[in-house]
């Protein structure tokens, strides 16, 4: 059987071929074949003599060695070629567009992770699936119609409860499993997308993704669904709070160079991108009573004015000091800050039957410090208020369980920021303060003179008197407002104090 191709007949002078499209279709063609051919010869063939033959530049050949390097299978090799991607400023689109098509996983969570990155390696993420009838807030269940029917309620704060919702719901496994399985992964995209001016909502998204990202199996989904590409970009912004979100979730992702799992309220503030320093010791903040990861640690409070003008210049002013200044002045240190929910009143609560003790938080807390490697390398407390009980209750707690030995033997120190160590007057308050009734139990266990207060003292002298770690506390002298109405002296000077332990001092705070 024979085939014919009939062709018109065109004359062989090439000087009537000069034309500008027969020029470009012609260095269009030459382009492909040189991809094609260096990347059958690279990719999918040992290096051999016959490489050195390929017709291409010297800077094409130089990406596509370093996209064969990031697929060695020595673990050396493939992270320096990640450095190597990461530290390179001078490509063209196209070429930053070959690394994104064919590099793996691992490769772009590597460079998700690398602070000097090219946002170029990060394609797009997929396009999403068209909405339903409901709305961009319609995630199911009785409880929409039920809270519609008191009146008009804003999708922004409808999506704000479910939203906080599914954050608890992600700290289960198997519900993460169900979250992907109905497409939850592609939902809470188009809602980051859909509020981008709201920060709040993005942060409790990312919670989601971190919580996702904790388990490995669903790995895999999460890169397909673009959000690396997504977080990538949040950690070029520059705000703290932000970045320590995307900062959690990829060092979840990376199991190349991360063995810690950082569960929900666990943020490293330094280091948050792959490094080469050493790390010698932990910091660890832990906030006390209406406090929270970040704003805890902020400088005092400022004009709008000199915040701005804080946004050009860090050395005046920092949301975030632990991130902003310990961490410059001290590279060698891990820093994190744990962050949990506290209430004054059960009326305020989010949920006033999740009603959570001391004793029962430390033993949360200190799980979730320990699965992030916390006992691993010498370390030091630093907390505030209602954090400087969980320290101690932590600390005792770990000195009964043999496999938190390590916590123990690490420990080298220990700062109290005006910690209420025989009970606060914010408690007395409660019955006479509208705001406090119905005081939460929080507020009940910082009662002044409390049983359970001086009984966690006492325990905690006797456990930390032939210990190897040094004690410093610190003392308000001026009172705090609580909300708008409250002003009052939280923690007295004779109940900061840690008897004989104490090495403390005033502050005008």
């Known amino acids: 059987m024979k085939s014919y191709i009939y ?11 000069h034309g500008i499209v027969y020029q470009a279709r012609k260095e269009l063609h030459k382009a492909v074949r040189k991809v094609l051919a260096t990347s059958a010869k690279i990719l999918r ?5 016959p490489f050195s033959t390929v017709d291409i530049e010297d800077h094409e050949c130089a990406l596509w060695l370093l996209l064969r390097k990031s697929r060695s299978g020595d673990k050396t090799e493939q992270l320096e070629a990640v450095q190597e991607m990461s530290e390179t400023h001078h490509w063209h689109d ?85 979250i992907k399985a109905n497409g939850g992964l592609q939902l809470l995209q188009r809602l980051y997308q859909f509020h981008k001016d709201c920060p ?9 993704i971190g919580n996702m990202a904790l388990n490995e199996h669903l790995h895999s989904p999460i890169v397909r669904s673009g959000w690396v590409s997504i977080v990538a970009e949040a950690m070029k912004s520059h705000h703290i709070m932000k970045v320590s979100h995307a900062a959690r979730i990829l060092a979840n992702l990376d199991r190349e160079t991360v063995q810690e799992k950082y569960q929900d309220g666990v943020y490293v503030l330094h280091p948050q991108h792959r490094t080469s320093q050493p790390i010698r010791a932990d910091v660890l903040f832990i906030h006390g009573l209406m406090g929270a990861a970040f704003k805890t640690w902020r400088q005092q409070d400022s004009e709008q004015v000199v915040i701005e003008k804080a946004l050009e210049d860090e050395d005046r002013y920092t949301t975030c000091w632990p991130k902003t200044w310990l961490a410059r002045d001290c590279p060698a240190l891990r820093i994190i800050s744990v962050e949990y929910d506290t209430t004054l009143s059960d009326w305020r609560a989010r949920c006033p039957m999740e009603r959570k003790s001391i004793a029962f938080r430390s033993n ?3 799980r979730k410090l320990r699965a992030a490697g916390v006992g691993d390398r010498p370390m030091i407390w630093i907390s505030h208020s209602m954090g400087g009980l969980l320290v101690k209750k932590m600390l005792l707690e770990a000195s009964k369980k043999p496999e938190m030995s390590t916590v123990i033997n690490n420990t080298r120190g220990i700062i109290f920021y005006s910690v209420p160590h025989h009970g606060s007057h914010l408690a007395e308050y409660s019955v006479n303060i509208r705001y406090l009734l119905f005081p939460s139990l929080e507020v009940k266990e910082l009662s002044k003179d409390s049983p359970a207060l001086k009984a966690l003292q ?8 032939d210990k190897n770690f040094q004690v410093l506390s610190f003392v308000e002298t001026l009172p705090t407002y609580i909300g708008s109405m409250i002003k009052l002296h939280v923690v007295p000077v004779e109940s900061a104090g840690i008897d004989s332990l104490k090495i403390c001092w005033p502050l005008d705070a």
């Open 7 to 17: 062709l018109h007949t065109v004359s062989l002078d090439n000087r009537e071929n």
């Open 45 to 49: 063939n040992p290096f051999a003599a």
């Open 94 to 178: 196209y070429q930053y567009r070959i690394i994104a098509q064919a590099c793996d996983p691992r490769v772009l969570i590597g460079l998700a992770r690398s602070k000097e990155s090219d946002l170029r390696f990060f394609l797009p993420p997929p396009p999403l699936p068209s909405l339903k009838e409901g709305g961009l807030w319609c995630f199911g269940g009785n409880g929409l119609p039920y809270a519609e029917s008191f009146g008009e309620v804003p999708s922004a704060t409808v999506e704000m409860f479910c939203l906080e919702a599914i954050v608890k719901h992600s700290e289960i496994s198997t519900h993460c499993d169900k």
């Open 200 to 208: 709040k909502v993005q942060r409790n998204i990312m919670r989601i």
């Open 364 to 366: 949360e807390l200190l």
């Open 458 to 465: 006492d325990d905690f002298l006797e456990f930390a008197k």
